[in-house]
């Protein structure tokens, strides 16, 4: 296996040995399978973890509000029907319906990624890449959280990127009738007591 495998990633695992592959490994390590290779994360800093949870909260507000059959979970994994070389945990995925005992869903409609030091251009391409190729997947976000920096990309805009940079930047997902703006993303961070 491949500690931040080098560009680009290529290999032979599927999604049936990936997760037999994780039964050996201790509690608390985060793997992603991206094109075929095991790939561990760092650890998310504080920052990271902050940042992942109030953007769910914001969503679930969001679909609470509009009594919407949705929920944005922490760190799940989910797959892309038919593909099986590719298994990652974004820091918050939407997923509609009754939470079920499952590790993973081919549903999701929202995937995001908190970049961490250890995140390479190249596997954050690779996995916006079969996020947007999900076919109920709406949004991929990409959020840096040492900068002010929101990276959107949604189906309606036919995957085209908006990046935000600002920290009264709107973001508005309209299909969940989430509007907020960049510094609620990092409300609790360094970067929005500094502001």
């Not at 507000?61 to 994994?77: K, N, P, T």
């Amino acid at each position: 296996m491949t500690v931040n495998a080098p560009a680009p990633l290529s290999g032979s695992m599927d999604v049936d040995e990936f997760m037999a592959f994780m039964e050996t490994r201790p509690k608390g390590e985060h793997w992603d399978l991206i094109e075929g290779v095991a790939v561990m994360m760092a650890p998310a800093s504080y920052a990271h973890q902050r940042i992942a949870s109030n953007l769910c909260n914001l969503l679930n507000s969001a679909f609470a509000a509009r009594h919407l059959d949705l929920y944005a979970y922490f760190d799940v994994g989910v797959r892309s029907p038919g593909v099986r070389n590719f298994q990652p945990q974004p820091d918050v995925a939407v997923v509609p319906g009754v939470a079920g005992f499952d590790y993973y869903s081919e549903c999701f409609q929202l995937a995001a990624e908190v970049l961490s030091p250890s995140n390479t251009r190249v596997e954050i391409d690779l996995k916006l890449r079969r996020y947007r190729e999900a076919p109920d997947n709406l949004y991929a976000v990409v959020i840096d959280p040492r900068e002010f920096m929101v990276e959107t990309y949604s189906k309606s805009r036919n995957w085209e990127p908006v990046i935000f940079k600002h920290p009264d930047d709107p973001i508005e997902m309209p299909e969940f009738g989430l509007r907020c703006v960049v510094a609620d993303l990092y409300r609790g961070t360094p970067l929005v007591s500094r502001s």
